[in-house]
């Protein structure tokens, strides 16, 4: 009898006839085992099988997949990644950084590309990101990143400013102050992806050991809670989920991030929020949101959330959360209209963040070891890049995505606890007080904003 995943996020219980967990026998050894059944295990597995359709592939996940974030994220499909400004900022890295950025542009169209070729039903729509402006000065602070990027050689086309009357067009939240529009973004449902990928994967025998938790990685040995396995190469694509993997937990930060959805909304509500062509959208506050309007049309809010102590994950964040509940109320005072409709999914996921708060994707052919990851929340469209790089440095082939700066960018460890608690609960408390002051005061905070700004990344 399938299993409702409602608990779990909208997504996976918005899918009819979850499969039951696939756990075969487990095999002696493999060619290749990917640690964790999300996108980027997916994805990487995807093109190992497409550059090399003679590998032997198993992937193992403790739960099912798309269990992590990539069933449980706001299905946005970003041209961008956290970190990517660090390379532009620098003379040094920059023209590095302006090829990423290219990539990644070419990463969302890559997402449609197979979605549409190998039949995964992911409703993807290219409707671009709006960056609203809800308050007077942030207009001003818009305008001049739109600037800078146009200052490095990108065009109107891909960044370009919308006055108040074209961007209340599009959400009604910008018609006071404007907004700024980044073509190269989708909006997705992430777990038709994640499910659609592992179905076109088993097709192509690759195997997939759900409820098969890896407990500890070491060169050509896979340990797990069913035992063990040898393989010529290990990959972990493990995100959040990294400190449940022995001698790793200092490895990965997992942050939570909180999201809602409601009910399907009529014409007329969507005609006061906007969205028409489902543009994904956020704001400057520093406790970032994220919506989207989803192809059954549902308001979908994301916000990022807290840390546990000790790295501590929960398996499931009920929607009566406090964190959850803020993201509904953020929702409501964005579009007072919701307030006229139920919010019928609230839910809880895992991101990953690495020390430096950027992306890392590495390969060590002596050990046969290697892992891709770290995308703090922007990772829907970056799991498919770094599954390619990855996938690249794998099989030796010397391509330009092998040279691009994600590559053997590893961080150090986060500290001991409790200065990582201490860290991360006072940085987000921090972002609180700047935002509450900006709300506040309609101006920039002079003191908060830059703390929170270098304590960051």
């Not at 997916?42 to 099912?64: C, R, S």
């Not at 302006?98 to 590309?113: I, K, P, Q």
Request: aromatic residues 10%; charged residues 25%.
């Amino acid at each position: 009898m399938a299993h409702s995943y409602s608990d779990v996020s909208f997504w996976l219980d918005s899918i009819d006839g979850i499969r039951e967990p696939d756990v075969p026998e487990l095999p002696a050894e493999t060619d290749t085992a990917i640690i964790g059944a999300g996108l980027t295990g997916m994805w990487t597995a995807y093109y190992l099988k497409q550059k090399d359709p003679g590998l032997d592939i198993t992937v193992f996940e403790a739960e099912i997949v798309g269990y992590g974030a990539s069933g449980r994220n706001g299905g946005w499909c970003m041209g961008e990644a956290y970190g990517l400004n660090t390379y532009l900022a620098n003379a040094s890295t920059r023209e590095a950084g302006m090829r990423l950025y290219r990539e990644m542009f070419n990463t969302v169209d890559e997402v449609g590309r197979v979605s549409q070729g190998e039949g995964i039903d992911c409703h993807y729509a290219k409707g671009g990101q709006l960056t609203v402006a809800q308050l007077p000065f942030h207009a001003e602070q818009i305008k001049q990143g739109v600037a800078y990027k146009h200052s490095l050689g990108f065009t109107e086309n891909e960044y370009r400013w919308l006055e108040p009357e074209e961007a209340g067009e599009r959400i009604s939240t910008a018609g006071k102050h404007g907004a700024a529009f980044a073509r190269h973004c989708a909006a997705i449902q992430p777990a038709r992806l994640v499910r659609g990928l592992a179905e076109v994967l088993r097709a192509k025998g690759v195997k997939i050991l759900e409820r098969t938790p890896a407990t500890k990685l070491a060169s050509r040995v896979v340990t797990t809670a069913r035992g063990s396995v040898r393989a010529r190469r290990v990959l972990r694509a493990t995100e959040g989920y990294t400190a449940s993997i022995a001698g790793l937990k200092r490895n990965i930060m997992p942050l939570y991030s909180m999201v809602t959805a409601t009910e399907p909304l009529p014409e007329d509500a969507w005609a006061e929020i906007g969205l028409a062509e489902r543009e994904v959208f956020g704001d400057p506050r520093r406790l970032v949101i994220y919506g989207q309007r989803t192809l059954d049309n549902r308001f979908v809010l994301g916000g990022r959330a807290n840390y546990y102590f000790g790295s501590r994950r929960r398996p499931t964040i009920p929607p009566t959360d406090a964190n959850v509940e803020r993201v509904a109320k953020i929702a409501r005072d964005l579009f007072p209209v919701l307030k006229d409709f139920q919010t019928t999914h609230g839910w809880g996921g895992l991101m990953g963040v690495p020390r430096h708060w950027r992306p890392c994707v590495t390969y060590d052919s002596t050990s046969g070891m290697g892992w891709a990851g770290g995308y703090v929340g922007e990772g829907v469209a970056a799991t498919n890049l770094a599954g390619r790089i990855l996938s690249d440095l794998v099989l030796d082939r010397e391509t330009e995505l092998v040279r691009l700066p994600w590559v053997n960018d590893e961080a150090r460890r986060w500290e001991i606890e409790p200065l990582r608690w201490i860290g991360s609960r006072g940085v987000r408390w921090i972002g609180y007080q700047a935002d509450a002051e900006e709300a506040r005061t309609e101006k920039p905070s002079v003191f908060w904003g830059p703390v929170f700004d270098k304590l960051s990344g």
